[in-house]
């Protein structure tokens, strides 16, 4: 019963920002793992960060230093900062929550950057 909707996608120019926003219903954000992945056409969906259950977070180093995960437990919501965006940052952006060995995924957000 667990529900995720991402928003705040959009098109950006190369070194812009953008908060990308996810909604949880069906579960507390602050008691489960949740992440944001990202997808471009023709490659694996990769993750871009992790948030843990004792606040704690995660980011390969595509994107550290530029990417803020973060969540808003009264709002029960996740979100991702993003800044100086890259044309290779361009991709579906996807929400995720992990709990007890079970996923659930948004249905993604689209992420263009323009250069």
């Known amino acids: 019963q667990v529900r995720l909707v991402e928003s705040g996608g959009g098109l950006v120019q190369a070194g812009g920002s953008l908060r990308l926003s996810c909604s949880a219903s069906?579960?507390?954000?602050?008691?489960?793992?949740m992440g944001w992945y990202r997808q471009a056409p023709g490659k694996k969906r990769e993750v871009v960060a992790f948030?843990?259950?004792?606040?704690?977070?995660s980011y390969p180093d595509s994107v550290k230093g530029r990417f803020t995960i973060s969540r808003d437990n009264a709002e029960n919501a996740m979100f991702l900062q993003m800044i100086s965006l890259k044309s290779e940052d361009t991709a579906v952006y996807f929400c995720?929550?992990?709990?007890?060995?079970?996923?659930?995924w948004g249905q993604g957000t689209q992420v263009t950057v323009s250069s």
């Open positions: 995720n929550l992990r709990h007890d060995g079970i996923e659930y």
């Open positions: 948030i843990f259950v004792n606040g704690g977070t």
């Open positions: 069906g579960r507390e954000v602050r008691t489960a793992v």
